[in-house]
Nanobody, 118 residues
């Protein structure tokens, strides 16, 4: 069982920056695919950024060049550095962990609100 706790959300002006953190409890964190998703009001949850145990990353087109996902396996933590924020980045951001060990396991955090004012 893995528990994920996000932090770092808040209110920021357009053009500003925030860094989200997701602290994971439980074993084998380094083996998990980690991701950040977001969900804006009235919209579906979407992948923002993903990071494999080997270090491969993927980003939504809308955040490429502005957001960076990273992980610190020693701290069981994954980060999302968000720069040049836009009002359309406003959403609840969720941390996700996924691994396949005999079967697929997937876990979600409770979410953290990011609000970007224009």
């Amino acid at each position: 069982q893995v528990q994920l706790v996000e932090s770092g959300g808040g209110l920021v002006q357009a053009g500003g920056s925030l860094r989200l953190s997701c602290a994971a409890s439980g074993p084998m964190f380094s083996r998990y695919d980690m991701g950040w998703y977001r969900q804006a009001p009235g919209k579906q949850r979407e992948l923002v950024a993903g990071l494999t145990p080997g270090g491969s990353t993927k980003y939504a087109d809308s955040v490429k060049g502005r957001f960076t996902i990273s992980r610190d396996n020693a701290k069981n933590t994954v980060y999302l550095q968000m720069n040049s924020l836009k009002p359309e980045d406003t959403a609840v951001y969720y941390c996700n962990a996924e691994v396949v060990i005999l079967q697929r396991y997937e876990y979600w955090g409770q979410g953290t609100q990011v609000t970007v004012s224009s």
